[in-house]
């Protein structure tokens, strides 16, 4: 099984281009998050979806958007990259009805730059 | 809303130590799940444990352990015998059940450095 597998693993980006983080999870999950990580603040919650076709709106998720076509997959889109969106991107999954909650299973990160 | 506090920022100590990392949390839910997770310097969250908020037994798995108590709304995590691959940073997380069943979200505290120096 990979779990959850995020691409790419490393990107740079220019202020003002856009671009789209892909997480693919085969563990059958509900439930997919996307998380920002930064110095001294954890793990902060961006956009999360409960099933195929949901989003929801987590801590931060100002500058960022999210579709769930699949159930299997997470997308994550920066429409205009800003310098403060510099950070490293986790996408987890959760959650298999009728069993119990598990906790959560991480990708290994996105690292990104914007310039 | 839930909160995580985790007031240390960086632990050092000399390998073979003991060592404990605090986890305090809010929620005004009496369902919820605590975890423990590790972030070694590769970057990836490695899982070491969760709990729920009706089992308030302590937790042994080899050099670590476990505490949690409700009273005063802790969960802290004791690694015997550091070594330093033990060396990471670690971080508690709270996470509530939502209607559907599942989580809609780990809130995780601010991490703590923890460094083994050999």
């Known amino acids: 099984n990979a779990g959850v597998t995020q691409t790419p693993k490393f990107r740079v980006l220019k202020t003002g281009q856009s671009m789209t983080l892909l997480c693919a999870q085969d563990m059958n999950h509900e439930y997919m998050y996307w998380y920002r990580q930064d110095p001294g603040m954890g793990l902060r919650l961006i956009h999360y979806?409960?099933?195929?076709?949901?989003?929801a709106k987590g801590e931060v998720p100002d500058g960022y958007n999210v579709s769930r076509l699949k159930k299997q997959n997470f997308l994550l889109g920066l429409e205009s990259a800003a310098p403060s969106q510099t950070s490293v991107y986790f996408c987890?999954?959760?959650?298999?009805?009728?069993?119990?909650?598990?906790?959560?299973?991480f990708g290994q990160g996105t690292r990104l730059t914007v310039v | 809303a839930q909160k995580v506090t985790q007031a240390q920022t960086e632990i050092s100590v000399v390998e073979k130590e003991d060592v404990t990392l605090d986890c305090v949390y809010e929620?005004?839910?009496?369902?919820?799940?605590l975890f423990w997770y590790k972030q070694p310097p590769s970057g990836e969250l490695v899982f070491l444990i969760r709990r729920n908020s009706f089992d308030e037994q302590n937790e042994i798995s080899g050099r670590y352990s476990w505490n949690f108590q409700k009273s005063t709304s802790s969960f802290n995590f004791t690694i015997t015998a550091s070594q330093v691959v033990d060396s990471a940073v670690y971080f508690c997380a709270l996470s509530v059940e939502d209607s559907g069943g599942g989580a809609d979200g780990l809130t995780f505290g601010k991490g703590t450095h923890l460094i083994i120096q050999p």
């Open positions: 987890a999954s959760s959650y298999t009805p009728g069993q119990k909650l598990l906790g959560a299973f």
């Open positions: 929620t005004r839910d009496t369902t919820y799940y």
């Open positions: 979806s409960v099933g195929e076709g949901t989003t």
